[in-house]
């Protein structure tokens, strides 16, 4: 059987170890969907497929048990699928038109989790319609706070959510529940000074447990969103590590305007001669220097006051 896997992977399709099977590769970006959508999945499921989903680690479906001579039959039945997740898409009933940037994961947000700083669903789909489709391998993952229950360090771009708490002091009694909560599970930014209640704003990570912890609610959200944007956190065989903070009260344009803006240093400094024609993002700033990055990410960002850069970011992880 002739296959150009290539335009087979790009279509969105995984090669399987059974000779003539593919597995179609569903986008959920944000990992939310209606339960419409699963209705959707069920028909190609069973019709098409082993009558198996399989949830993957990104938060999309794959659907395995497809023949390869049903691929067309396939794309056509994703098309309200594609549609219903406003997913990007120049030409009708051809399936996704790139599998590079894998799908955008997110936690569950604060439409749901009381710890959780924003909506991240919806931010995810913003950066969706942003950057897909595209060829290049980028990793991207949302999380509403500090907790980072999408594992968001662990990919190239990992966006933690982080909330400016507002002290109102005549509401404020003195009990301290917020010292407290602040000590026991996160950084000690917070301490009594005359009986008001101070705020190191260099050890505060925004998390917003001195809010939860508030029951007099002389504590609140701040209005305006901030995120904390870290960066090239990977596993894989070569060097597995965590990623590094780059930016700390960021706002979400400066924050999708990097991300594109590293799409362009990719495409200026990517090895096409590394194996499968990939070669990892990560692998490319070590190559280059972070401050080579640093210039091409930066490019025509405007950020606000309260926006801090890191200058430099040294990596750890395993090296073999």
């Known amino acids: 059987m002739d296959i150009n896997t290539k335009k087979l992977k790009k279509n969105a399709f995984r090669i399987t ?32 497929g082993d009558g198996t989903l399989h949830v993957t680690t990104r938060q999309g479906f794959e659907i395995p048990g497809i023949k390869y001579e049903d ?19 120049k030409t009708p009933d051809t399936g996704y038109e790139s599998s590079g940037t894998r ?8 439409k749901v989790c009381p710890f959780a700083c924003y909506e991240t669903s919806s931010f995810a789909k913003r950066i969706e319609k942003a950057v897909f489709p595209h ?8 999380t509403g706070c500090p907790n980072d229950c999408i594992k968001c360090r662990m990919h190239d771009f990992g ?18 529940a917020c010292i407290k909560a602040c000590k026991r599970k996160v950084t000690n930014a917070l301490s009594m000074e005359n009986y008001r209640i101070i705020r190191n704003h260099e ?12 029951p007099t ?19 894989g065989k070569k060097n597995p590590r965590l990623a590094e903070d780059f930016l700390l009260w960021a706002d979400e344009e400066s924050i999708i305007k990097i991300i594109k803006n590293t799409y362009e240093y990719v495409a200026e400094f990517i090895d096409l001669t590394a ?8 692998y490319i700033i070590d190559r280059t220097g972070f401050t080579e990055y640093k210039k091409w990410a930066l490019k025509n960002v405007a950020f606000k006051e309260e926006t801090i850069v890191k200058n430099t970011i040294y990596w750890g992880g395993v090296n073999y």
Do not use: W
């Open 103 to 110: 799908n955008i994961a997110a936690c569950i947000g604060n």
């Open 17 to 48: 170890k059974k000779r003539g099977f593919i597995a179609s590769r569903v986008r959920v970006p944000g990992g939310a969907l209606k339960a419409e959508h699963l209705l959707q999945l069920y028909e190609i499921a069973n019709t098409y």
């Open 159 to 176: 966006i933690m959510g982080m909330t400016l708490p507002q002290y109102q002091s005549d509401r404020c009694v003195g009990c301290e």
């Open 217 to 235: 609610r002389a504590r609140t959200r701040s209005r305006e969103k901030y995120y904390r944007l870290a960066i090239m956190g990977r596993s």
């Open 275 to 282: 194996p499968g024609g990939k070669e990892h993002i990560g």
């Open 71 to 89: 691929l067309q039959k396939v794309n056509k039945l994703l098309q309200p699928l594609i549609e219903g997740l406003l997913i990007n898409q």
């Open 203 to 214: 050890k505060c990570i925004g998390c917003g447990e001195c809010i939860l912890n508030c």
């Open 135 to 142: 060829d290049f391998h980028f990793k991207i993952a949302l």
